[in-house]
Structures are given as structure tokens and as C-alpha cells.
């Protein structure tokens, strides 16, 4: 097992080159295309003895000439794909040494003091090389210092003591190789450590998207100027695809959804009222809204979470279906013989010939709530005894001119009160009927019952008010729908939200399953029975039906 305690040597320089490499690389290459000129100029400019061991002005302009020609073409190159960082730095030393070695020698050697020019090359390169690679560096500049000492010596343009400055000055060099070499370490280090960080923050940032943008839970996030922020797909697919994107105003997705941030914001910190949804773009599903929000500024951004209350719906169908059947069984033993029994006591009372007035109002009274007792166990049996779907394919024209003509017969209710056509959106369709998948028993008492309803609370007696059958498809999806409307007073506002909850009834008398019982039966089916005021007056029932773009074959 390593020592703990032991320092790791560094490794090799990284292969690939870094940005720190390239600035590096970068700086070297402007320093080598500074140097030239400013001998040159330095020459031109100063007196002659400034310079005065030159031995040959012209071998010094073409040497300067050369080593610029030669920082111009690596400076191209920079472009190109190098193999590694090695050979960058091992090319670049390698025409550093050599080129201020060769002006050095035009310039009689280390006694004209330009040997220091080889210092920031040499540093500059050891930051990019390896641990063996930083003595390669330091020698091949020492060697070229050495190389042009002794060819002046054999010239005899050169003093011997010069053999020592050139050996003190390759030390030099070598010194600060070594002294780079550790800081140059903790530099690409601490670089890989940022760039890991980076790629880190990258994944992380990448990973967040694509959870947000993935999660089954549908979330958006509001402005306080109720713009979108941010939005899922989930959440744009309820608010709908073409409205609701990053920048749009809420109110322009989804008016329903900004009147109830509204009413979240206006009372703040109290219960959310878990009756307060609205209905999904498409139109096939009912939505609840959740708000938070986010951070402590004033005001702040809001979260939204928009939870589709049909996929509850369905997680807790068997469970309350199974409850509903012992309910119904302990109903049908233990209340409707009773109560069937007070119902016969009362109709043998009332034929008494001893009863007055006023005791076979007493009797009435007895016989009319014992059979709202005997509606409500039926409903309920109905509901809890309900078997699966038998989905079958249906024409609703064909099948609302059928069922019209049996409920006119049935209720005696006449024909010109019940009005039957296709929407407008049908045509836009280019549909003269339109086909839908339900179970034709559950369909059939869903829209009985809308009909019903219809004709006790909303048209009555009224013989200018009709019951009105629509089909067509929803222009944003295209999804088939079927409603009933009428021209009634339609449903209280502080109703609106309970009237599909069993046992709340709007008026005396009612036992509140029907429309319980219907929006079940639809959901058997796979579609959703909805509720909304009708424009100048009256209610609409819309059932929704499935997306015909996701029907199973059989």
C-alpha cells in the first residue's frame, strides 16, 4: 500500500494542449517577434561602440531576419494539429536556443550581455514540459550558449574568460528551468482541477436540464412580470406547445392558471383551496395548480407545479371502486329492506280512508324521501357493480340520432326540444361524422343522465328553452368531443368546482350521484367529462374523448 506521507512526483505534462499551453505558446511567440526588430533598431540607433563587439552587422541582420521569419512560421503553425505538447515545446525551445545563440555569436558572444535573452524562452517552455523534459530544455540552451563560445574561440574573436561567463550562464539557465518546473506543476494542476470543475459544472448543468425537462411532474417558473421562465415538457404540453414557451406571458398560455396565481398571490400564506383547477389545453384533462415561492426577494419568482388530477384519478379508481362494492353490499342488506318496508308502511297508510289532510301529507312526505333513499342505493350499486369497458368504435352522428330518438320516447319528451348537430370544427376537420372508441351501455347513460339534468334544473316548463347535442373535434387537438348544453341559469360559481363530488347536490331533492356516476362511467372509457359555463347563459357537459392518434388496435 503507498505511504500516505510520501510526495508524488509530478507526472508528465499533459499530452493534449491546454489554454494555459496556448498562452504560453502565445507569449513566446510575441517575445521572438520582438526581439529581432529591437536589436536592429538598438544598432541603428545607438552609437557605434554600444555595440562595438559585433563583428559582423550584416550576419546579425540576417541571423535577426532569419529568427523572425522563424517565430512567424510557428506562430502559422499554431493552427495545424501538433501530436503533443511535448514536441510544441521541445520545437520551440529547440529555435530559441538556436536563434539566440546565433546572435550571440554575431554579437562576439556572452560578454555582450544578450545571453539573458534565453532566460523567459527557457522559463517560458519548462512550463509546458514534463519532468525529464525540463532538463532537455535547460541543456539544449546551454549547449548553444557553449557551441557559439567555441566557435568564436577558434576565430579568436573571443576572450577564454568567456568560457566561464558561458558556463555560469548555462547554470543559469538551468536554474531557472528548475525553479519554473514545480510552479509549473501546481499551474497545469490547478488547470486541470478548473477544468474538471468546468466539465463538472457542464454535466451538472446538463444533468439539471434534462431532469427538469424530463420529470413526469409538469413545473414552470413565473417572472413577477408573469412571464415564463422556465418551462418543462410536461408543463407545455397541459399549457399547450404554441403558447406556452420560455418569454411568453402566462396570461396569453393559460388566463385560467394566471387568474389563480392572482388569487394565490392576493392570499398569501393561507391553505390552498384544492378545489381551484383548471382544464389542460387539449382539453382532456383537469389540472390543479401548486405555488411557491422562489428565493426571499420581493416580490419573487413562483414556482408552479401543475398536477394532473386524471392520472390520480386513476391510481385511486380500484381502490374506491373496491370500496364502493362492500359499501354497496353492507346498503343493499342492511338499508334497502328497511327502507323498502317504511315505503310500503306508508303507502298502506295513505289508503286509509281515516287519514286527514294533513296526515296524508305526512304520508307523502314518507313515501317521496323513502324513494330518494332507494335512488341513492341504486346509484351507488350501479356504480360499484360496473363492469370493464367493452370499447367499441362509433359514429357519433349515427349514434346521437339513435339515442335522440329513444330518449324522446322514453321521456316523452318532444323532438324539436332536443336539438342534435355538428360543430363548426367538424367542418374545419373536413368530417361529416367523426368516429370515437367508448363502451356504447356507459356512453349511453352518461349522456341520459347530461339530459336529464338538462330537463329538470335548466329548460323545466320553459317552452322557448332547448336541450342542445353537439359533436365535433377540439381545434387545438383535435380531439372528438360530445356535449350538452342548455340555456338554464346555470351553475352557481361556488359550485362549480364541488358539482362532480358524490352527494353534493345544487338543489333539494337530488341525491348528488349522477354527475359523480357520469364523470366515472367516462373515465372508464377513457375520456373526461367536463363542466363550464355557457357564453351568454346556461351550462355546457363536454365529454372529451380519447386522442384518436393513441387508440390501441385490437
Known amino acids: 500500500m503507498p505511504n500516505s506521507n510520501a510526495t508524488a512526483l509530478p507526472g508528465p505534462a499533459p499530452s493534449a494542449p491546454s489554454s494555459l499551453a496556448w498562452r504560453v505558446v502565445g507569449l513566446a511567440s510575441v517575445y521572438r517577434l520582438l526581439i529581432p526588430p529591437v536589436l536592429l533598431l538598438i544598432q541603428w540607433l545607438t552609437s557605434a561602440g554600444f555595440l562595438a563587439r559585433v563583428q559582423n552587422p550584416d550576419l546579425l541582420m540576417t541571423v535577426c531576419i532569419g529568427y523572425f521569419t522563424a517565430g512567424v512560421l510557428l506562430m502559422l503553425t499554431r493552427s495545424l494539429t501538433w501530436p503533443s505538447l511535448r514536441t510544441i515545446a521541445l520545437v520551440n525551445a529547440a529555435v530559441d536556443a538556436a536563434g ?88 497545469r494542476e490547478s488547470e486541470a482541477l478548473v477544468r474538471r470543475q468546468e466539465v463538472d459544472l457542464a454535466n451538472l448543468a446538463q444533468l439539471s436540464q434534462y431532469i427538469v425537462q424530463h420529470l413526469r411532474e409538469s413545473i414552470l417558473v413565473v417572472d413577477p412580470q408573469d412571464h415564463i421562465r422556465l418551462i418543462n415538457e410536461s408543463a407545455a404540453q397541459i399549457l399547450g406547445d404554441r403558447a406556452a414557451y420560455p418569454g411568453a406571458l402566462l396570461g396569453e398560455a393559460s388566463p385560467r392558471l394566471l387568474y389563480l396565481l392572482e388569487s394565490w398571490r392576493r392570499h398569501a400564506g393561507s391553505a390552498p383551496d384544492p378545489n381551484q383547477t383548471f382544464v389542460s389545453a387539449e382539453g382532456g384533462r383537469i389540472v390543479r395548480p401548486h405555488f411557491a415561492p422562489l428565493g426571499s426577494a420581493e416580490p419573487a419568482p413562483i414556482l408552479i407545479f401543475l398536477e394532473d388530477t386524471s392520472a390520480l384519478a386513476a391510481q385511486v379508481q380500484q381502490s374506491k371502486l373496491a370500496a364502493l362494492g362492500r359499501l354497496s353490499a353492507s346498503i343493499a342488506h342492511e338499508i334497502r329492506n328497511p327502507v323498502g318496508a317504511m315505503s310500503h308502511a306508508g ?30 342505493i341504486d346509484n351507488v ?24 330518438q ?110 359523480f356516476l357520469a364523470r366515472e362511467l367516462a373515465q372508464t372509457s377513457g375520456a373526461t367529462l367536463l363542466y363550464e359555463p355557457r357564453a351568454g347563459g346556461g351550462s355546457t357537459f363536454r365529454l372529451v374523448f380519447a386522442d384518436p392518434q393513441r387508440w390501441e388496435l385490437p
Not at 514540459?129 to 563560445?149: H, M, P, Y
Not at 369497458?389 to 357519433?396: G, N, Q, R, V, Y
Not at 363502451?439 to 339534468?453: K, M
Request: include cysteine; charge should be negative; charged fraction near 20%.
Open 406 to 515: 329513444e330518449f324522446c320516447e322514453t321521456m316523452q319528451w318532444p323532438p324539436e326540444r332536443l336539438k342534435a348537430q355538428g360543430t363548426e370544427s367538424s367542418l374545419i376537420f373536413g368530417e361529416q361524422d367523426i368516429e370515437v372508441r367508448a363502451d356504447p351501455g356507459q356512453l349511453r347513460q352518461v349522456i341520459w343522465n347530461l339530459c336529464d339534468n338538462a330537463i329538470k334544473h335548466a329548460v323545466k316548463e320553459r317552452a322557448d328553452r332547448l336541450v342542445e347535442i353537439r359533436f365535433g373535434r377540439l381545434n387545438a387537438t383535435a380531439r372528438p368531443f360530445l356535449e350538452v348544453a342548455d340555456r338554464g341559469p346555470g351553475v352557481p360559481s361556488e359550485n362549480v368546482e364541488r358539482i362532480f363530488e358524490p352527494f353534493f347536490s345544487g338543489e333539494r331533492g337530488g341525491t348528488g350521484l349522477g354527475l
Open 381 to 404: 350499486l350501479q356504480l360499484s357493480r360496473r363492469g370493464e369497458a367493452h370499447i367499441e368504435t362509433l359514429s357519433l352522428r349515427g349514434w346521437i340520432e339513435d339515442f335522440c
Open 100 to 187: 539566440i545563440s546565433l546572435v550571440l555569436y554575431a554579437s562576439g558572444g556572452v560578454s555582450s550581455g544578450l545571453g539573458i535573452l534565453l532566460v523567459l524562452p527557457v522559463g517560458a517552455m519548462a512550463i509546458l514540459a514534463g519532468s525529464r523534459d525540463v532538463f532537455l530544455i535547460a541543456a539544449l540552451a546551454a549547449l548553444g550558449v557553449l557551441a557559439q563560445q567555441i566557435a568564436l574561440g577558434f576565430q579568436g574573436a573571443a576572450p577564454a574568460t568567456d568560457y566561464t561567463t558561458a558556463g555560469v550562464l548555462g547554470a543559469i539557465l538551468f536554474i531557472v528551468a528548475l525553479s519554473v518546473w514545480p510552479v509549473a506543476n501546481r499551474l
Open 347 to 376: 303507502q298502506l297508510l295513505a289508503e286509509s280512508p281515516q287519514l286527514s289532510g294533513d296526515d296524508q301529507r305526512l304520508t307523502e312526505i314518507i313515501r317521496a324521501n323513502a324513494a330518494r333513499v332507494s335512488g341513492i
